[in-house]
């Protein structure tokens, strides 16, 4: 956890700029590839290169991916849209311009709901989407060596983006990871992105501002870029508040510009600032005529929209009986859900117990060996073996994880270790009475204190008697023996 | 208004290109002739009208999303002026 806080008497303000790589098999306008990681510029054609006599095709699955999103955000979809040229000139953007929609973006609205802290610190923010526009990915320059010159790779250049730009309502760091979280939550959960961060699937830019507490009017504002996690997204956001803060109290100003995020040094750095950057020259691309989507269309793809992380954790809530906190967190990402879902799927399943393991022991597996749930060593249906042998008694909690422990690191079904290992609990209670018996001839002073009152050392006791059963006993049973035999029975 | 000089050395690197100082004022002629062109488009008139993002009176028709295009890497490196390793080669650019 982060140490930071907001100093008194300064609200923060922030808005968000997402930008997430569509899904499809083919670039927003031309047919050429769009997997991740082939040779440099296998995937590049034609009308990538920005070729003279080219004509830009649009891709049929981006509007319809963009559009889930704005139906999954209660956001409106345009009837109409229209795309423009936004010019620059940079080597990894070869038509010299990037084709978006500036003037009538296809998503136009919708809000974003996230719940930050725990408990009773618990407080739920709608954080409003502006818009959310189609645009075209560039290449990528590498500044390696190439005798002093810089090598561009252009299989990236066309790919379908979508541009989510939200309202500055975010107040803290916390609000805006929570906001983030959620729109990769959605995307993912609608398909439409593959979330990879590292990748560059998904990135996010931070606008922020401060401003003295009451004050009307935003402060200057820096957007903040590079930032490729969401723990990054924090520390870079908190890094600008401090930084623009420490700048106002000693009499400087915030000057208006992009800032990189450096996470080796934690720090930002000026990339560039405002005064000619903005001059983008927008114009309507010619190339392209409007789109034009209708309602019939609309309502087939709202037909398609899977069940969304807020109804996912209100029905997890009523049909599970889990906490609020414990359906947030399942429902988080979708691949976390579908583990969940899979372990409970389980006849007899029992909920609680699979979210506590969910959260708990899965949770710490992953983040030991840092890597996601779908790849987790231990499959969802060898938890729910693993539970099942919990609930029937077979296993305490405690040996359960030693079995955890064992699939995760050997793998193999659950009752082969149990089996080979001697994990099964002693639940018999002929045996558990003579143990219990043993331990009591063996204790006679603590008998007589404990019946003379001492309740408290019935934990002795209780102890003493699984260190005899080498912790297999069935602590239940332990317990009712015990009570019996020290009552007199 | 009509363009100064100022203003046209920045739309002119902009766009990078270099204006000789010789040509600036047969430029900004033409440029301010342009403007006034394009000012016809202040007619309170138009007011209600909603942009037009094409002139075609026609809509975009959508492609299905399949792969199409095969690898034409080499043919299209062919035109290029430096390359390596499948990397188009350009003049070093730091931002």
């Not at chain 1, 967190?329 to 799927?345: C, I």
């Not at chain 1, 399943?349 to 890597?371: F, I, Q, T, Y």
Request: negative net charge.
């Amino acid at each position: 956890m982060s140490q930071f806080a907001i100093p008194s008497g300064w609200e923060v303000v922030i808005g968000l700029e997402i930008h997430a790589q569509l899904a499809t098999r083919s670039k927003i306008f031309s047919g050429a590839s769009t997997a991740f990681g082939a040779e440099p510029n296998a995937q590049a054609c034609a009308v990538d290169l920005g070729l003279p006599g080219v004509l830009p095709v649009l891709n049929e699955g981006a509007v319809r991916m963009a559009s889930l999103f704005g139906l999954a955000i209660d956001a409106e979809i345009s009837r109409v849209s229209s795309f423009d040229r936004k010019n620059y000139f940079y080597p990894d953007l070869p038509k010299g311009y990037q084709t978006t929609q500036l003037a009538r973006p296809i998503v136009v609205g919708g809000s974003v709901t996230v719940t930050t802290g725990e408990g009773k610190k618990a407080g739920e923010h709608t954080i409003r989407v502006t818009r959310a526009h189609l645009e075209e990915d560039a290449g990528k320059s590498l500044h390696e060596d190439f005798h002093g010159m810089t090598g561009i790779d252009l299989n990236r250049a066309g790919t379908p983006l979508i541009e989510i730009v939200s309202e500055p309502d975010m107040r803290n760091p916390e609000q805006a990871v929570a906001y983030a979280r959620k729109v990769h939550a959605i995307v993912q959960y609608l398909g439409i992105c593959d979330g990879n961060m590292q990748e560059g699937s998904f990135r996010v830019d931070a606008n922020v501002s401060v401003r003295p507490e009451g004050d009307e009017k935003l402060g200057t504002r820096t957007e903040v870029k590079n930032v490729n996690s969401f723990r990054f997204l924090q520390r870079a956001i908190e890094f600008e508040i401090e930084r623009q803060i420490d700048l106002l109290e000693t009499g400087g100003e915030v000057v208006q510009a992009t800032r990189l995020y450096d996470p080796d040094r934690d720090e930002t750095r000026l990339m560039r600032t405002k005064e000619e950057a903005d001059d983008y020259r927008y114009f309507p691309c010619p190339d392209l005529l409007p789109v034009v989507v209708d309602d019939e269309t609309i309502e087939s793809w709202r037909a398609e929209l899977p069940e969304l992380p807020d109804a996912k954790a209100e029905r997890y809530q009523s049909e599970y009986g889990l906490s609020a906190y414990d359906a947030g967190v399942l429902t988080s990402s979708r691949a976390t859900a579908e583990y969940f879902e899979a372990v409970v799927a389980r006849e007899g399943a029992d909920a609680k117990l699979a979210a506590n393991w969910v959260m708990g022991e899965v949770a710490a597996l992953l983040n030991r060996l840092e890597c996601e749930i779908g790849a987790c060593p231990v499959p969802a249906d060898k938890l729910a073996d693993l539970l099942e042998r919990i609930a029937d008694g077979t296993l305490s909690n405690k040996l359960g994880r030693e079995v955890f422990e064992a699939l995760a690191e050997q793998g193999g079904s659950v009752d082969e270790i149990i089996e080979a290992r001697g994990l099964k609990q002693i639940s018999d209670t002929g045996a558990i009475e003579a143990m219990v018996d043993e331990v009591i001839a063996a204790n006679p002073g603590q008998v007589e204190a404990y019946r003379g009152g001492k309740d408290k050392l019935f934990g002795f006791f209780v102890g003493q008697v699984m260190k005899a059963a080498k912790g297999k006993a069935n602590p239940q049973a332990v317990n009712d023996v015990l009570k019996r035999r020290l009552a007199g029975d | 208004m009509s363009l100064t000089n100022d203003q046209l050395q920045t739309v002119a690197h902009l766009a990078r290109i270099a204006v000789e100082p010789e040509w600036t004022e047969a430029l900004r002629s033409d440029i301010n002739g342009i403007l006034d062109q394009a000012r016809r488009l202040d007619d309170p008139r138009l007011n209600d009208l909603e942009p037009m993002a094409h002139p075609l009176d026609q809509v975009q028709r959508l492609r299905p999303d399949s792969v199409t295009e095969t690898d034409q890497r080499e043919t299209l490196m062919d035109g290029a002026p430096a390359h390596e390793q499948g990397l188009f080669l350009v003049p070093k650019v730091i931002e």
